[in-house]
């Protein structure tokens, strides 16, 4: 038996060696094992996915809509030829005088240059403008005279309105493609022509009805409607034929149907003072040729691209600070997935594989998805947006795919999906499987030299934004500043780039961040230490989160205050015609015995306005002139004006030059105070009836508080002038030469600031001081103030009345209406309702991580006694805390640039104009918004099974 049961006992087999030459097994079988574990789990996780898959995808949509939007916006050469010339082979446009070294782009004529000096004064001596190049085309050429960009004044239905008028045959078929006829015939004789859509409904008028011209008188039959094709149909034009050209006055343009110039030819036309566009020049540029950088097509593909980067650079930022704390939650769910896998054998490196990929799987899905939403959107928004009007917003090319570009989005659809997923994949493989298996976690463990270094980088980005912005005030103190100052230029770049850094390292220690703040808000109560306490615990949901915040808020806080600060400098630099609402009638009589007459009839049209009050502003009789020959009636005729003074932003500035365009108004006393809209003291009113002049701009008032009114003659200026023209600007005693003016008169200065800047008020003196200096007067403008807007009815009715007004020969009225600058609230609005958005989007996404990851909590919480209203304060107390943290500081990160930019302006940007009011509601209502709106929803019901077991 036992020798039967026995076996003979046999050498094991050896093992062979591993040959050296021997192939090592292939990765793509774990690759594809890593592949379809990503994907199951991607699908088991549906709502963590989803909503990964909505961060990515939505960014994505809108840049691959936005670039088909803006590659259908872009002509191709030949389509700008079109334009620009219908099937005319070439035009020519009148620039200057002849100058042999004028040359232009052959894409862009106005893009044209001439040889000049230092000073920037032409080499060659100046010439006349030609008339006409006829004498540079060929005679059996077929030319058309074309008047363009011209103004006329037409009879509409509320009045008289100033409307735009091409006069030229634009309907013949030659000029297809630069303008469209729409409706109607075209004319067939000297009395009819076509106008736009919009001027038929600003008529009340259809096609067939007449169209009149005040100044000529001239009615016409409208056979039809026509516009540009650059241009809207509401826009108003009137196409005149070429008969009426001598009724308007614009640019004329001569349009050759058979001939364009080559290069030679167009050397010829430039030398003598003209420019071309020819369609072969544009359309096939000859090699050498000089070329626009803006109208090149690698320029623009360019510049799409720049903008296209930055706007990628801000969206993958937030998606992946966003999509990378929604990967942290979800891969700590599959905790004990990854944990099985690892004990059945899979490596660190396969499990990293399993979760980056997961990133590119919802990056792909979302990619695609993202792109084909992105078209559909474009073809809406293009359907939405096209008027016909080609070369603006308003019109388009055709839908048009940047197939480069489109393909450049997607796979940054991908790498951004895989990017966010790096991190937790890194935490995956630093997991504990025994631990994993169990249900447990470990707290997370962070460098200790990690907290120092991101306060390190903190300090670093925000003493540089200060530091620079304290050298551009230092040296903005120079009594000569140097703009191209290498200082002045690196502090630039630390202005910007400050901020930049100062984010990174509030990033770098963002966990850091969140315990401080955790230490005394847990001294607050319960739900506040239970909400830091979570925030601090969990850094990798919570930091990317309030970092996304802090950048979405740091641009919007940065452009508030930018666009705010520009637009109160430019109301400050804004010239108005009176204050604000009012109406101001500009009369002119050649001789005085008008004045009177002139006056009276600007008030009667004025009383139509209903003001509170009428002003007339008089300035000194000028020069008159020959209207044929424009020779000075009087050379020894005095001129009067304010000289200029140095002041501290401009100590260059002033001197007697700064006088020869007038700038002295004579206003009666009584009306100093409605013309300025301000009160005015008794003190000033009092020494101004006395002779003194009221000043409104500081450049007119000397170091001992006088202002100095400067008389010339007409020949006395021109000789000013003739020198003024030759003078080396560089040498002081070559200006210090200038002529002087014939007299001074020094009067005291009352100096004033106004709530705004008018020609009418910046250097004023009594009638009676006039008269004591022997100016001679007449009345220039009349004012009508006024409490409320006035509407466009009664605007045109009054300007229909002024252009009717008939008073003698050669006087003339014109209505003005003052509505002040462009208001900048919109802008302002929507760059805070952009940013609101963004920051909802985003603390939505990190408060809805936090309730998903807290469900554990939330039943302990029910388990042991925690109220409802505990849990409703904890999720507010977390919103305060992500929000607030993310909108406080974004906010201060984005106002540090714009107080280094005052630095910069020289007094011209003001840090105290910044939108304080909507600032307020980035950094604190929105958090608390947001905070109260967190409370309001109910948190989830807690499961408690598993607890209830266990009890």
């Known amino acids: 038996m036992t020798g039967v049961l026995e076996a003979p006992t046999q050498p094991p087999e050896e093992v062979p060696e591993p040959d050296a030459a021997t192939p090592r097994r292939s990765i793509w079988p774990r690759l594809r094992a890593d592949l379809r574990l990503a994907a199951r789990q991607v699908r088991r996780t549906t709502g963590s996915s989803a909503l990964v898959m909505m961060l990515v995808m939505l960014p994505v949509a809108g840049l691959a809509g936005g670039a088909i939007f803006w590659q259908s916006h872009i002509p191709t050469r030949e389509q700008s030829a079109t334009l620009e010339l219908g099937a005319n082979e070439s035009r020519i446009d009148v620039v200057g005088g002849a100058d042999p070294s004028r040359r232009q782009a052959v894409d862009d004529p106005w893009n044209n240059t ?17 008339e ?38 634009v309907w013949d078929p030659v000029f297809d493609g630069r303008f469209l006829l729409l409706e109607g015939e075209a004319p067939a004789s000297a009395d009819q022509v076509l106008v736009s859509p919009g001027i038929l409904e600003r008529l ?15 009615t016409f039959e409208i056979t039809g409607t026509m516009r540009r094709a650059d241009a809207r149909p509401a826009d108003p034009e009137v196409f005149l034929p070429a008969s009426a050209s001598d009724l308007v006055v614009g640019q004329t343009r001569w349009y050759v149907a058979d001939w364009q110039p ?58 992946v600070l966003l999509a990378g704390a929604a990967f942290a939650v979800s891969a700590r769910r599959q905790q004990r997935s990854l944990a099985v896998a690892a004990s059945v054998g899979a490596s ?5 594989r399993v979760v980056v990929l997961q990133g590119t799987v919802l990056g792909t899905v979302a990619g695609v998805t993202g792109v084909v939403l992105g078209a559909a959107g474009a073809w809406l928004a293009l359907e939405l947006t096209d008027s016909g009007a080609v070369g603006s917003f308003w019109g388009n090319w055709g839908y048009n795919v940047p197939w480069a570009l489109t393909a450049g989005i997607l796979v940054f659809a991908v790498v951004v999906g895989s990017i966010s997923a790096i991190a937790p994949a890194r935490a995956a493989t630093r997991g504990d499987v025994i631990g994993a298996l169990r249900g447990s976690r470990r707290p997370p463990r962070e460098p200790a030299k990690l907290p120092l270094g991101g306060v390190l980088v903190m300090s670093v980005g925000l003493g540089a934004a200060i530091a620079s912005g304290l050298a551009i005030a230092a040296l903005n103190s120079a009594d000569r500043i140097d703009y191209a100052h290498p200082l002045r230029i690196a502090a630039m770049f630390g202005i910007v780039l400050g901020p930049i850094v100062f984010q990174i390292g509030f990033l770098i220690a963002g966990r850091w961040v969140l315990e401080v703040v955790a230490r005394p808000v847990a001294r607050i109560g319960i739900a506040p230490r239970i909400a830091a306490r979570d925030a601090a615990a969990n850094p990798s949901r919570v930091v990317p989160a309030f970092a996304a915040i802090t950048v979405c808020v740091f641009i919007a806080s940065f452009a508030l205050a930018s666009t705010a600060l520009q637009g109160n400098a430019n109301a400050r630099s804004y010239w108005y015609a009176g204050p604000l609402h009012s109406v101001s009638a500009f009369i002119y009589s050649p001789t005085a015995d008008d004045d009177a007459a002139l006056v009276d009839a600007a008030d009667e049209l004025l009383a139509a306005t209903d003001p509170t009050a009428t002003v007339v502003v008089s300035t000194a009789r000028g020069t008159e002139y020959d209207l044929e020959t424009g020779v000075a009636l009087d050379p020894d005729a005095p001129v009067y004006g304010v000289a200029g003074q140095p002041t501290e932003t401009c100590p260059d500035c002033g001197g007697d030059e700064a006088a020869l365009n007038g700038g002295l108004t004579i206003v009666a006393p009584g009306d100093v105070a409605a013309l300025l809209d301000m009160p005015v003291s008794a003190a000033t009113l009092e020494a101004y009836r006395e002779g003194a002049m009221i000043i409104t701009d500081a450049q007119f008032v000397t170091s001992s508080g006088m202002a100095v009114i400067t008389e010339w003659t007409e020949t006395s200026r021109e000789q000013y002038y003739a020198a003024m023209n030759t003078v080396d600007w560089a040498d002081a005693d070559a200006l210090a030469a200038l002529p002087d003016p014939d007299a001074e008169h020094e009067l005291p200065a009352e100096l004033i600031e106004p709530p705004f800047i008018s020609s009418n008020t910046q250097a004023m003196v009594s009638p009676e001081t006039a008269e004591r200096l022997g100016i001679v007067t007449m009345p220039s403008t009349v004012v009508a103030l006024r409490d409320e807007p006035l509407e466009t009815a009664t605007l045109d009715r009054i300007t229909a009345d002024a252009a009717a007004t008939r008073v003698s020969e050669g006087a003339y009225i014109g209505v003005n209406y003052e509505d002040g600058p462009d208001p900048q609230e919109p802008w302002l609005w929507l760059i805070t309702g952009a940013a609101m958005v963004l920051v909802i989007a985003a603390s939505a996404v990190c408060l809805g991580l936090t309730r998903f990851e807290r469900r554990p909590d939330d039943a302990t919480l029910t388990a042991v006694g925690g ?9 507010l107390w977390q919103a305060v805390i992500v929000v607030g943290i993310g909108s406080v500081v974004g906010t201060a990160a984005g106002l540090i640039p714009v107080w280094g930019t005052t630095q910069t ?19 604190v209502a929105l958090p608390i918004a947001i905070a109260l709106a967190a409370w309001l929803v109910p948190p989830r019901h807690p499961d408690l099974t598993r607890r209830n077991a266990i009890a």
């Not at 593909?301 to 998606?319: C, E, K, P």
């Not at 109220?867 to 999720?875: D, G, K, P, V």
Request: some cysteine; hydrophobic content about 50%.
């Open 348 to 352: 660190n490196t396969d499990v990293f």
């Open 204 to 218: 009340d008028a259809r096609v067939g009805d007449e169209i009149v011209l005040v100044d000529s008188d001239r």
């Open 262 to 319: 080559g290069l030679d030819e167009l050397a010829k036309l430039n030398h003598a003072g003209f420019v071309a566009f020819a369609h072969d020049l544009l359309v096939h540029p000859p090699a050498g040729a000089y070329t626009s950088q803006w109208r090149n097509d690698t320029a623009q593909a360019s510049s799409m691209l720049m903008v296209a980067l930055i706007v990628v650079a801000f969206s993958g930022y937030l998606i």
């Open 132 to 169: 006409d190049p006829y004498a540079l085309i060929p005679a059996d050429a077929t030319v058309a005279e074309v008047v363009e960009w011209a103004q006329v004044f037409v009879e509409t239905a509320a009045g008289v309105g100033n409307v735009a008028a091409t006069a030229g045959d």
């Open 905 to 923: 302006s020289d007094g011209y940007l003001k840090f105290e104009d910044a939108p304080w009011l909507l600032l307020c509601l980035l950094a």
């Open 867 to 875: 109220s409802r209203m505990l849990r409703r304060a904890i999720n």
């Open 114 to 130: 001439i040889d000049t000096d230092d000073q920037g004064r032409p080499v060659n001596p100046e010439q006349p403008m030609p």
